[in-house]
């Protein structure tokens, strides 16, 4: 039995898997707070597929990038169960989860998460014999730096773009690659903790306190520290 955590984003949502199955997911997309909200999410979800604490055996946590509040809220509640409980962590990144909305497309799929200032936290994925595999290392870039990469591959290759999107993201890239460019639908826009689970499942984990979560870039107030240090 699997459970699994993922609140890297606005988004909320955990599922149960067991033998090879996802008995039971809950999801919310909404600019709420996760602190509150999560750890009874959690308690309902496994009441209702009737799992005890006991029954868990490994904790899958989406490990960023994403927003800092979010990753700790998710993370330490992971940590904290896992550790009670003498079970495994399996993280997987945030963008993994995005790229898995496009599974069945054949192309270059693009997983963004906006890191504001013209920055974007991104990953290029690819299907490749039914699984997503990352051909661009995810990481912390200026949107118009990725843009132009992806514009230099392939001449008329179409690539899926996926991830809560703001009108201004769109526009930079509707502007750099046109027709080249697909948005996923809304229902295809965020993560879900069933794919977590799924991805978790061959997986081995690591112990809770070795368990870190992957920010890729440092917070605005840790830069700003670093930077007044290194002017002193």
């Not at 550790?83 to 799929?109: C, M, Q, R």
């Not at 299907?127 to 997503?132: N, P, S, V």
């Not at 526009?171 to 689970?197: C, H, K, P, Q, W």
Request: hydrophobic share 45%; glycine share 8%.
């Amino acid at each position: 039995m699997i459970l699994g955590i993922d609140t890297s984003s606005d988004t909320m949502t955990i599922a149960l898997f067991d033998n090879g199955v996802v008995i039971g997911e809950y999801t919310t997309n909404l600019k709420k707070n996760h602190s509150v909200r999560l750890l009874p999410a959690i308690a309902a979800l496994m009441d209702e597929c009737s799992v005890k604490p006991t029954d868990l055996k490994k904790i899958a946590v989406a490990k960023g990038p994403g927003s800092y509040t979010g990753l700790r809220i998710g993370v330490t509640v992971a940590k904290t169960m896992a550790w009670d409980a003498g079970i495994p962590i399996v993280g997987i990144s945030s963008l993994a989860l995005l790229a898995e909305n496009a599974l069945y497309f054949s192309g270059k799929v693009v997983a963004l998460m906006d890191a504001r200032r013209g920055n974007v936290y991104a990953g290029v994925y690819q299907a490749i014999q039914g699984e997503m595999s990352n051909i661009l290392p995810d990481s912390h870039i200026a949107l118009a730096e990725l843009l132009e990469k992806l514009q230099q591959s392939g001449e008329n290759e179409a690539i899926f773009f996926t991830g809560t999107l703001n009108e201004q993201i769109c526009l930079m890239i509707t502007e750099t690659l046109g027709d080249r460019a697909i948005f996923a639908s809304a229902d295809y826009t965020y993560a879900r903790a069933g794919s977590l689970v799924k991805l978790a499942e061959q997986l081995t984990g690591e112990p809770a306190d070795a368990f870190i979560p992957d920010y890729l870039k440092l917070a605005e107030a840790e830069s700003k520290w670093l930077e007044s240090r290194g002017s002193e």
